[in-house]
Protein backbone atom coordinates (compact mmCIF):
# COMPACT_ATOMS: atom_id res chain seq x y z
CA UNK A 1 0.00 0.00 0.00
CA UNK A 2 1.37 3.35 -1.06
CA UNK A 3 0.26 5.94 1.56
CA UNK A 4 -3.70 5.61 1.56
CA UNK A 5 -3.40 3.78 -1.71
CA UNK A 6 -5.17 0.53 -2.31
CA UNK A 7 -2.29 -1.87 -3.65
CA UNK A 8 -3.12 -2.23 -7.76
CA UNK A 9 -3.67 -5.73 -8.87
CA UNK A 10 -3.54 -5.30 -11.96
CA UNK A 11 0.27 -5.03 -12.68
CA UNK A 12 0.38 -8.96 -11.12
CA UNK A 13 -2.41 -9.96 -13.19
CA UNK A 14 -0.76 -8.96 -16.43
CA UNK A 15 2.36 -10.42 -15.23
CA UNK A 16 0.27 -13.96 -14.75
CA UNK A 17 -1.50 -13.45 -18.06
CA UNK A 18 1.94 -13.38 -19.94
CA UNK A 19 2.45 -16.75 -18.73
CA UNK A 20 0.72 -19.33 -21.40
CA UNK A 21 0.32 -21.60 -18.51
CA UNK A 22 -2.08 -23.66 -20.90
CA UNK A 23 -2.61 -26.99 -18.82
CA UNK A 24 -0.57 -28.81 -17.51
CA UNK A 25 2.26 -25.70 -18.68
CA UNK A 26 3.70 -23.18 -15.83
CA UNK A 27 5.64 -20.88 -18.11
CA UNK A 28 7.07 -19.50 -15.44
CA UNK A 29 3.42 -18.50 -13.78
CA UNK A 30 4.59 -19.95 -10.19
CA UNK A 31 7.71 -18.09 -10.43
CA UNK A 32 5.86 -14.74 -10.49
CA UNK A 33 3.42 -15.62 -7.21
CA UNK A 34 6.74 -16.72 -5.15
CA UNK A 35 8.42 -12.78 -6.26
CA UNK A 36 5.28 -11.88 -5.47
CA UNK A 37 4.93 -13.55 -1.78
CA UNK A 38 8.44 -13.98 -0.30
CA UNK A 39 8.65 -10.35 -0.06
CA UNK A 40 5.70 -10.09 2.33
CA UNK A 41 6.84 -13.01 4.57
CA UNK A 42 5.91 -16.14 3.04
CA UNK A 43 7.43 -19.28 2.79
CA UNK A 44 6.85 -20.81 -0.53
CA UNK A 45 7.02 -24.42 -1.40
CA UNK A 46 6.87 -26.13 -5.13
CA UNK A 47 5.00 -29.00 -4.62
CA UNK A 48 5.05 -31.13 -8.03
CA UNK A 49 3.43 -34.75 -8.09
CA UNK A 50 3.93 -36.34 -11.36
CA UNK A 51 4.27 -33.49 -13.99
CA UNK A 52 2.01 -30.92 -12.30
CA UNK A 53 3.88 -27.87 -10.73
CA UNK A 54 1.93 -26.52 -7.52
CA UNK A 55 2.68 -23.70 -5.16
CA UNK A 56 2.01 -23.61 -1.23
CA UNK A 57 2.86 -20.73 0.41
CA UNK A 58 2.25 -19.91 4.25
CA UNK A 59 2.74 -16.77 6.72
CA UNK A 60 2.81 -17.40 10.01
CA UNK A 61 2.16 -20.94 11.81
CA UNK A 62 -0.70 -20.37 14.49
CA UNK A 63 -3.96 -20.66 14.24
CA UNK A 64 -6.55 -19.54 12.83
CA UNK A 65 -5.02 -21.14 9.19
CA UNK A 66 -6.74 -19.41 6.52
CA UNK A 67 -6.17 -20.66 2.72
CA UNK A 68 -6.73 -18.88 -0.56
CA UNK A 69 -6.89 -21.29 -3.25
CA UNK A 70 -6.45 -21.22 -6.91
CA UNK A 71 -5.00 -22.38 -10.33
CA UNK A 72 -2.58 -20.57 -12.87
CA UNK A 73 -3.17 -23.16 -15.24
CA UNK A 74 -6.01 -21.58 -18.15
CA UNK A 75 -7.59 -23.48 -20.81
CA UNK A 76 -6.10 -23.08 -24.67
CA UNK A 77 -6.97 -20.23 -26.48
CA UNK A 78 -8.61 -22.05 -29.53
CA UNK A 79 -7.85 -19.79 -32.87
CA UNK A 80 -5.61 -17.16 -31.97
CA UNK A 81 -6.75 -15.35 -35.05
CA UNK A 82 -10.00 -14.96 -33.15
CA UNK A 83 -9.09 -12.52 -30.49
CA UNK A 84 -8.53 -8.95 -30.65
CA UNK A 85 -5.55 -8.77 -29.20
CA UNK A 86 -2.71 -11.62 -28.03
CA UNK A 87 -4.47 -13.87 -25.97
CA UNK A 88 -1.21 -13.34 -23.69
CA UNK A 89 -0.57 -10.17 -24.54
CA UNK A 90 -2.83 -8.65 -21.42
CA UNK A 91 -3.72 -5.23 -23.25
CA UNK A 92 -6.34 -3.17 -21.23
CA UNK A 93 -8.19 -1.57 -23.61
CA UNK A 94 -11.04 1.19 -22.43
CA UNK A 95 -10.74 0.15 -18.76
CA UNK A 96 -11.16 -4.19 -19.60
CA UNK A 97 -8.26 -6.31 -19.20
CA UNK A 98 -7.99 -8.93 -22.04
CA UNK A 99 -6.00 -12.40 -21.69
CA UNK A 100 -6.77 -15.98 -21.24
CA UNK A 101 -6.66 -16.19 -17.40
CA UNK A 102 -8.40 -12.66 -17.08
CA UNK A 103 -11.29 -13.77 -15.39
CA UNK A 104 -10.58 -17.00 -14.37
CA UNK A 105 -8.50 -17.01 -12.52
CA UNK A 106 -5.03 -14.97 -12.79
CA UNK A 107 -7.26 -11.88 -12.24
CA UNK A 108 -8.44 -13.05 -8.82
CA UNK A 109 -5.39 -14.70 -7.21
CA UNK A 110 -3.43 -10.68 -8.04
CA UNK A 111 -6.45 -9.69 -6.43
CA UNK A 112 -6.06 -11.59 -3.59
CA UNK A 113 -2.54 -11.15 -3.06
CA UNK A 114 -3.02 -6.93 -3.36
CA UNK A 115 -6.02 -7.43 -0.94
CA UNK A 116 -3.74 -9.35 1.51
CA UNK A 117 -1.03 -6.85 0.88
CA UNK A 118 -3.39 -4.28 2.29
CA UNK A 119 -4.22 -6.20 5.19
CA UNK A 120 -0.59 -7.31 6.17
CA UNK A 121 0.34 -3.42 5.84
CA UNK A 122 -2.42 -2.54 8.25
CA UNK A 123 -2.30 -5.90 10.61
CA UNK A 124 1.09 -6.29 10.70
CA UNK A 125 1.12 -8.54 13.70
CA UNK A 126 -2.48 -10.14 12.54
CA UNK A 127 -2.90 -13.18 14.62
CA UNK A 128 -2.87 -16.85 12.75
CA UNK A 129 -1.65 -17.92 9.35
CA UNK A 130 -2.48 -17.13 5.84
CA UNK A 131 -1.70 -19.23 2.65
CA UNK A 132 -1.87 -19.72 -0.74
CA UNK A 133 -2.91 -23.26 -2.43
CA UNK A 134 -1.90 -22.74 -6.20
CA UNK A 135 -2.18 -25.48 -8.64
CA UNK A 136 -1.16 -26.39 -12.32
CA UNK A 137 -3.84 -28.76 -12.96
CA UNK A 138 -7.14 -27.89 -12.50
CA UNK A 139 -8.48 -27.11 -15.81
CA UNK A 140 -6.83 -30.20 -16.90
CA UNK A 141 -7.05 -34.27 -15.12
CA UNK A 142 -6.93 -32.44 -11.58
CA UNK A 143 -5.06 -35.77 -10.40
CA UNK A 144 -1.96 -34.04 -9.32
CA UNK A 145 -3.10 -30.65 -8.33
CA UNK A 146 -5.23 -28.96 -5.17
CA UNK A 147 -5.79 -33.25 -4.50
CA UNK A 148 -2.48 -34.20 -3.96
CA UNK A 149 -1.20 -30.86 -2.22
CA UNK A 150 -3.86 -31.61 0.58
CA UNK A 151 -2.41 -35.16 1.16
CA UNK A 152 0.97 -33.82 1.42
CA UNK A 153 -0.37 -31.08 4.06
CA UNK A 154 -2.25 -33.54 6.03
CA UNK A 155 1.01 -35.36 6.50
CA UNK A 156 3.08 -32.38 7.83
CA UNK A 157 0.13 -31.06 9.67
CA UNK A 158 -0.79 -28.01 7.97
CA UNK A 159 -4.65 -28.76 7.35
CA UNK A 160 -6.05 -24.90 6.67
CA UNK A 161 -9.22 -24.18 9.48
CA UNK A 162 -10.78 -22.74 6.50
CA UNK A 163 -10.32 -21.94 2.57
CA UNK A 164 -11.95 -20.11 -0.21
CA UNK A 165 -11.30 -20.71 -3.88
CA UNK A 166 -10.84 -17.70 -5.82
CA UNK A 167 -13.43 -19.23 -8.98
CA UNK A 168 -15.34 -16.61 -11.10
CA UNK A 169 -18.29 -16.69 -8.80
CA UNK A 170 -20.03 -13.64 -9.21
CA UNK A 171 -23.09 -13.82 -11.76
CA UNK A 172 -24.10 -10.65 -11.86
CA UNK A 173 -22.71 -8.09 -10.19
CA UNK A 174 -19.60 -8.84 -7.55
CA UNK A 175 -20.48 -10.49 -4.57
CA UNK A 176 -24.00 -11.30 -5.38
CA UNK A 177 -23.02 -15.19 -5.00
CA UNK A 178 -21.10 -17.08 -2.27
CA UNK A 179 -20.81 -20.74 -3.56
CA UNK A 180 -21.18 -22.70 -0.33
CA UNK A 181 -21.10 -26.43 -2.09
CA UNK A 182 -21.32 -27.91 -5.55
CA UNK A 183 -22.89 -30.82 -7.02
CA UNK A 184 -21.63 -34.37 -7.06
CA UNK A 185 -20.56 -35.19 -10.89
CA UNK A 186 -20.32 -39.02 -12.16
CA UNK A 187 -20.02 -40.55 -15.18
CA UNK A 188 -21.12 -44.50 -16.13
CA UNK A 189 -19.87 -46.18 -19.08
CA UNK A 190 -22.39 -48.96 -19.70
CA UNK A 191 -21.88 -51.77 -22.38
CA UNK A 192 -25.04 -54.38 -22.78
CA UNK A 193 -24.53 -57.40 -24.13
CA UNK A 194 -26.84 -59.30 -26.84
CA UNK A 195 -26.43 -62.19 -29.63
CA UNK A 196 -25.73 -60.98 -32.75
CA UNK A 197 -28.20 -62.19 -35.63
CA UNK A 198 -29.69 -61.12 -38.93
CA UNK A 199 -32.24 -57.99 -38.43
CA UNK A 200 -34.53 -60.28 -40.61
CA UNK A 201 -34.39 -63.34 -38.09
CA UNK A 202 -35.24 -61.39 -34.76
CA UNK A 203 -36.28 -64.24 -32.92
CA UNK A 204 -32.60 -66.50 -33.31
CA UNK A 205 -31.31 -63.00 -31.83
CA UNK A 206 -31.14 -60.86 -28.74
CA UNK A 207 -31.29 -57.29 -29.56
CA UNK A 208 -29.26 -55.29 -26.89
CA UNK A 209 -30.08 -52.10 -28.50
CA UNK A 210 -33.55 -52.85 -27.35
CA UNK A 211 -32.95 -53.33 -24.11
CA UNK A 212 -30.69 -50.80 -23.17
CA UNK A 213 -33.31 -48.14 -24.85
CA UNK A 214 -35.78 -49.53 -22.20
CA UNK A 215 -33.19 -48.97 -19.22
CA UNK A 216 -32.63 -45.58 -20.53
CA UNK A 217 -35.99 -44.82 -20.62
CA UNK A 218 -36.68 -46.54 -17.18
CA UNK A 219 -33.60 -43.93 -16.30
CA UNK A 220 -34.80 -40.50 -17.91
CA UNK A 221 -38.80 -40.93 -17.26
CA UNK A 222 -39.01 -39.44 -13.81
CA UNK A 223 -37.13 -36.95 -11.97
CA UNK A 224 -34.76 -38.51 -9.99
CA UNK A 225 -35.73 -36.39 -6.84
CA UNK A 226 -36.98 -32.93 -6.43
CA UNK A 227 -33.91 -31.63 -4.93
CA UNK A 228 -32.81 -30.18 -1.15
CA UNK A 229 -32.41 -27.07 0.86
CA UNK A 230 -29.38 -26.16 -0.56
CA UNK A 231 -29.67 -27.84 -4.09
CA UNK A 232 -31.56 -27.90 -6.97
CA UNK A 233 -32.92 -31.61 -8.44
CA UNK A 234 -30.41 -33.97 -9.62
CA UNK A 235 -30.00 -34.46 -13.63
CA UNK A 236 -29.05 -37.79 -15.63
CA UNK A 237 -27.98 -37.17 -19.28
CA UNK A 238 -27.29 -39.95 -21.83
CA UNK A 239 -24.35 -38.22 -23.34
CA UNK A 240 -23.56 -40.75 -25.36
CA UNK A 241 -25.49 -43.80 -27.35
CA UNK A 242 -23.36 -46.40 -29.79
CA UNK A 243 -23.17 -49.91 -31.30
CA UNK A 244 -20.50 -49.73 -33.70
CA UNK A 245 -22.80 -51.37 -36.38
CA UNK A 246 -22.04 -50.83 -40.17
CA UNK A 247 -24.90 -52.68 -41.49
CA UNK A 248 -28.68 -51.98 -41.80
CA UNK A 249 -29.56 -55.88 -41.39
CA UNK A 250 -26.78 -56.88 -38.45
CA UNK A 251 -28.69 -56.95 -35.25
CA UNK A 252 -25.07 -55.89 -33.28
CA UNK A 253 -23.76 -57.85 -30.22
CA UNK A 254 -23.70 -55.34 -27.87
CA UNK A 255 -24.31 -51.87 -27.18
CA UNK A 256 -23.25 -49.04 -25.63
CA UNK A 257 -24.42 -45.85 -23.62
CA UNK A 258 -22.80 -42.94 -21.19
CA UNK A 259 -24.41 -41.16 -18.59
CA UNK A 260 -23.28 -38.48 -17.05
CA UNK A 261 -25.54 -37.72 -13.45
CA UNK A 262 -24.86 -34.32 -11.27
CA UNK A 263 -26.52 -35.39 -7.94
CA UNK A 264 -27.16 -32.99 -4.63
CA UNK A 265 -26.51 -33.88 -1.18
CA UNK A 266 -29.47 -36.51 -1.01
CA UNK A 267 -27.24 -38.93 -2.69
CA UNK A 268 -23.76 -40.58 -2.93
CA UNK A 269 -21.74 -41.78 -6.33
CA UNK A 270 -21.98 -45.57 -4.11
CA UNK A 271 -25.83 -44.83 -3.90
CA UNK A 272 -26.78 -43.59 -7.64
CA UNK A 273 -24.19 -47.10 -8.93
CA UNK A 274 -26.56 -49.22 -7.20
CA UNK A 275 -29.93 -47.01 -8.73
CA UNK A 276 -28.30 -48.01 -12.24
CA UNK A 277 -27.72 -51.53 -11.40
CA UNK A 278 -31.06 -52.23 -10.56
CA UNK A 279 -32.49 -50.55 -13.75
CA UNK A 280 -29.97 -53.08 -15.69
CA UNK A 281 -30.73 -55.96 -13.44
CA UNK A 282 -34.69 -55.15 -14.35
CA UNK A 283 -34.04 -56.05 -18.23
CA UNK A 284 -32.31 -59.18 -16.77
CA UNK A 285 -29.56 -57.46 -19.01
CA UNK A 286 -26.25 -58.89 -19.02
CA UNK A 287 -23.56 -56.03 -18.62
CA UNK A 288 -20.54 -54.61 -17.81
CA UNK A 289 -20.65 -51.06 -16.17
CA UNK A 290 -17.78 -48.63 -14.98
CA UNK A 291 -17.67 -45.27 -12.91
CA UNK A 292 -16.11 -42.43 -12.69
CA UNK A 293 -16.83 -40.18 -10.36
CA UNK A 294 -14.83 -36.48 -10.14
CA UNK A 295 -16.41 -36.04 -6.87
CA UNK A 296 -19.37 -36.21 -4.48
CA UNK A 297 -21.31 -33.20 -3.64
CA UNK A 298 -20.36 -31.27 -0.89
CA UNK A 299 -21.94 -28.21 1.78
CA UNK A 300 -20.58 -25.59 3.86
CA UNK A 301 -23.78 -24.95 5.99
CA UNK A 302 -24.15 -21.45 6.94
CA UNK A 303 -22.14 -20.74 10.37
CA UNK A 304 -19.13 -18.33 11.60
CA UNK A 305 -16.79 -19.10 8.02
CA UNK A 306 -20.32 -18.28 5.68
CA UNK A 307 -21.21 -15.41 7.77
CA UNK A 308 -18.03 -13.64 7.83
CA UNK A 309 -17.72 -13.69 4.30
CA UNK A 310 -21.75 -12.44 3.75
CA UNK A 311 -20.34 -9.82 6.28
CA UNK A 312 -17.36 -9.10 4.28
CA UNK A 313 -19.47 -9.22 0.67
CA UNK A 314 -21.96 -6.55 2.45
CA UNK A 315 -18.82 -4.05 3.70
CA UNK A 316 -17.62 -4.20 0.39
CA UNK A 317 -20.61 -4.37 -2.39
CA UNK A 318 -23.33 -2.93 -0.25
CA UNK A 319 -25.55 -5.68 -1.18
CA UNK A 320 -26.66 -9.26 0.39
CA UNK A 321 -25.04 -12.46 -1.52
CA UNK A 322 -26.87 -14.90 -2.29
CA UNK A 323 -25.76 -19.08 -1.30
CA UNK A 324 -25.45 -21.08 -4.32
CA UNK A 325 -24.30 -24.66 -4.91
CA UNK A 326 -24.81 -24.87 -8.97
CA UNK A 327 -22.72 -24.99 -11.78
CA UNK A 328 -20.07 -27.72 -12.68
CA UNK A 329 -17.10 -29.03 -10.41
CA UNK A 330 -13.74 -26.97 -9.20
CA UNK A 331 -11.18 -27.49 -6.54
CA UNK A 332 -13.24 -27.08 -3.91
CA UNK A 333 -14.42 -30.55 -3.54
CA UNK A 334 -11.35 -31.67 -2.69
CA UNK A 335 -10.68 -28.89 0.32
CA UNK A 336 -14.44 -30.16 1.31
CA UNK A 337 -12.50 -32.58 2.87
CA UNK A 338 -11.11 -31.50 5.42
CA UNK A 339 -12.16 -28.17 6.25
CA UNK A 340 -15.05 -25.69 5.49
CA UNK A 341 -14.60 -24.34 2.14
CA UNK A 342 -16.47 -21.41 -0.02
CA UNK A 343 -16.11 -20.08 -3.38
CA UNK A 344 -15.87 -16.34 -4.12
CA UNK A 345 -14.30 -14.52 -7.05
CA UNK A 346 -15.70 -12.10 -9.80
CA UNK A 347 -17.84 -12.36 -12.80
CA UNK A 348 -17.64 -15.00 -14.86
CA UNK A 349 -19.80 -14.02 -18.16
CA UNK A 350 -15.97 -14.64 -20.16
CA UNK A 351 -14.46 -17.41 -18.53
CA UNK A 352 -12.86 -19.66 -20.89
CA UNK A 353 -14.10 -17.48 -23.95
CA UNK A 354 -12.93 -15.97 -26.67
CA UNK A 355 -11.29 -12.39 -25.85
CA UNK A 356 -11.60 -13.69 -22.08
CA UNK A 357 -11.81 -10.28 -20.03
CA UNK A 358 -12.22 -8.28 -16.85
CA UNK A 359 -12.91 -4.64 -16.00
CA UNK A 360 -9.91 -3.36 -14.51
CA UNK A 361 -12.45 -1.57 -12.33
CA UNK A 362 -13.76 -4.80 -10.90
CA UNK A 363 -10.35 -6.57 -10.02
CA UNK A 364 -9.65 -3.30 -7.69
CA UNK A 365 -13.02 -3.70 -6.21
CA UNK A 366 -11.76 -7.42 -5.66
CA UNK A 367 -8.92 -6.78 -4.11
CA UNK A 368 -10.82 -4.43 -1.54
CA UNK A 369 -13.28 -7.82 -1.29
CA UNK A 370 -10.92 -9.94 -0.57
CA UNK A 371 -9.37 -6.98 2.02
CA UNK A 372 -12.17 -7.20 3.64
CA UNK A 373 -12.70 -11.51 3.68
CA UNK A 374 -9.75 -10.94 5.53
CA UNK A 375 -10.79 -8.16 8.21
CA UNK A 376 -13.71 -10.81 9.09
CA UNK A 377 -12.11 -13.93 9.30
CA UNK A 378 -9.35 -13.00 11.71
CA UNK A 379 -11.58 -10.53 13.60
Not at 132 to 157: C, F, M, N, Q, S
Not at 213 to 241: K, M, N, W, Y
Not at 345 to 362: I, L, Q, R
Amino acid sequence: MAGNQPTDPLPLAQALIRCPSVTPADAGALGVLEAALAPLGFTCHRVTFGTTPNLFARRGSGGPHFCYAGHTDVVPTGPVEAWADDPFGAVVKDGVLFGRGACDMKGGIAAFIAGMTDYLAANPAAPGSISLLITGDEEGPAKDGTVKVLEWLAARGEIPDCALVGEPTSRVQLGDLIKVGRRGSMTAYITLFGTQGHSAYPQRADNPIHRLVRVLHRLTAQPIDAGSEFFEPTTLQVTGFDVGNAANNVIPGDARAMLNIRFNDLHSSASLTEMLHAALRAEDARYEMRIDCSGESFLTKPGAFVDALKTAVERSTGQAPALDTGGGTSDARFLARYCPVAELGAVGSTMHKTNEAVPVAELRALAGLYRAVLDEVFR
